[in-house]
């Protein structure tokens, strides 16, 4: 064990403290933040856009169990040997505290409901997305603070300047809890702070995103998709700096051949899609009754009278020259 201090970035001596008897997580206080920022980002966004902002509750409402849920397969799948197999408690799989959200299984079964949910209601989708898209990616920025205080999701050992020093961690009782534990001073290794890499790329991406929204005026769900390109693009790159275990396909990291499969698809699903910006009608094509189609659906014919006025003034209009001369 390393105890001489190799960098000068340390991480936090623990990520959970507890109030009485109810233990306040880092990583969870970083999610539900950025759960608020984007829901918060997306109600403008979408209002802007000529979207009805229940449609956005709604969908949160539908969205973050899902993408909890689907978070936490994509982790026990692309992770099963942490969790089936001799020695191993299948149980483990519920123990969300523990840790273990993959974001894109939470991205794609997040959007399933949302999609669901959309087309229940007739409303068009892609505006949505596109409206919500950036937001997430922001999102993700703020839950990477998550991994910083949790200890994990980092590179290789590294010795530059703003390597992140990885403390040893204990309980109450002595033993080793990496995730629960406090810090005892001594450092383990110091590595590569790919969360901060990753948190970074996201801001950099969400900022990209809202100045290509703007000049090139997308729309049609090409402002998501280029959300999915950019998130993975990254991704690749940071998976190559990571050497925690990890299932592989063909000797690379499943994160990696996933991360690269949806950038490459999203990459020429974003050039072959409909250019341009929807109308505020295309956006929410729900006519709200208005005045005039609640008095014609009362038996009142206001076209006719309309009519009957204009037929009037026509003819009135006739008269007035010929008094004239």
């Known amino acids: 064990m390393v105890t001489e201090t190799l960098a000068n970035f340390p991480s936090p001596p623990q990520g959970v403290w507890h109030l009485g008897p109810i ?25 802007a856009r000529g979207g009805d902002t229940d449609m956005v509750w709604d969908a949160a409402i ?22 089936f197999g001799p020695g191993k408690d299948p149980w483990q799989v519920f123990n969300f505290s523990a840790g273990g959200l993959g974001i894109m299984g939470a991205v794609a079964l997040g959007t399933l409901a949302v999609w669901a ?68 001073g001594e450092i383990v290794t110091s590595v590569h702070p790919t969360f901060l890499y990753e948190m970074i790329w996201n801001v950099a991406a969400f900022a990209f995103l809202l ?35 990890a299932n592989t396909i063909f000797g690379l990291r499943v994160n990696f051949v996933v991360s690269s499969v949806i950038f490459i698809v999203s990459t020429i699903v974003f050039f072959l899609m409909r250019r341009g910006r929807e109308t505020p ?14 008095a014609s659906s009362e038996g009142v014919d206001e076209p006719v009278h309309h009519s009957e006025q204009t037929e009037t003034a026509t003819v009135k209009s006739k008269e007035a020259p010929q008094r004239k001369q």
């Open 23 to 47: 233990p306040i997580r880092a990583y969870a206080l970083c999610i539900i933040t950025g759960i608020i920022v984007a829901l918060t980002l997306t109600l403008r966004r979408y209002k």
């Open 62 to 83: 539908v969205a973050i169990p899902a993408g909890i849920i689907g978070g936490r397969l994509y982790h026990v799948i692309t992770d099963y040997d942490s969790y």
């Open 117 to 184: 949910l959309f087309r229940y209601r007739k409303v068009p989708l892609p505006p949505f997305a596109d409206a919500v898209g950036p937001t997430i990616i922001l999102a993700q920025a703020i839950g990477r603070l998550g991994n910083y205080f949790n200890q994990e999701l980092y590179g290789r050992p590294t010795d530059v300047p703003w390597a992140l020093d990885i403390f040893y961690r204990v309980d109450e009782n002595g033993n080793f809890a990496p995730l629960t534990g406090r810090s005892t």
């Open 211 to 245: 100045w290509a929204e703007r000049r090139f005026r997308l729309g049609h769900g090409r402002v998501f998709v280029l959300y999915i390109a950019a998130y993975t693009l990254g991704r690749i790159f940071m998976e190559t700096m990571r050497d925690d275990a």
């Open 281 to 294: 009608a295309e956006v929410d094509p729900r006519e709200p009754e208005t005045e005039e189609s609640a």
